[in-house]
């Protein structure tokens, strides 16, 4: 009864980490026609056998802008990278599932601004200060769990060189 509940509340079940560099080269690649990625591995781990149904890996720009009241802030889905294939993970044991995460990169009208030239590099730099505008970015991982309410997440902070 107890391993019961522990199963469908996720205690002691399928624990999810992100194993990837937390830094990625961005600015060499943004003009070439190859398709910018972030390669890394999910590490599964659990005291007991289960098995993952889904697994659903999201690269997200959070972009802030303003300062007090006129803070604003938005999420933007860069890039997507599904795995449906079931996964019997053994009990005691580690089990790493490589991905490989294409992305496309959305400047904003700042940063467009900015691409013009060198002149309005530093233009665009004065006002992205006065602004207080900056982006951060997440790889966050959902895993779906056969016979749990609550699915195992796991999220990692990207610093874009």
């Known amino acids: 009864m107890i391993r019961k509940i522990k199963n469908v509340l996720g205690i ?18 943004i003009n070439t026609a190859d398709p910018l990625t972030l390669d890394g591995h999910l590490v599964f781990t ?4 289960q098995t993952v149904t889904a697994v659903t890996v999201r ?62 590099r530093g233009i665009g730099s004065i006002a992205k200060l006065a602004k207080n505008a900056r982006s951060t970015y997440t790889v966050a991982a959902e895993v779906k769990v056969k016979g749990t309410a609550f699915n195992p997440r796991a999220e990692k902070q990207i610093y874009l060189l």
Request: charged residues 30%; proline residues 6%; negative net charge.
């Open 59 to 120: 690269f997200i720009e959070t972009y802030r802008r303003g300062r007090g009241k006129n803070k604003r802030i938005d999420d933007y889905l860069l890039g997507e990278w599904h795995y449906d294939e079931p996964l019997l993970i053994e009990g005691e044991s580690e089990y790493r599932l490589p991905f490989a995460l294409a992305y496309e990169m959305l400047p904003s009208a700042m940063e467009r601004f900015q691409a013009r030239n060198l002149v309005f």
């Open 46 to 49: 659990t005291p007991v056998s």
């Open 12 to 29: 002691e079940g399928v624990k999810v980490a992100i194993d990837m560099p937390v830094e990625a080269e961005v600015q060499d690649r």
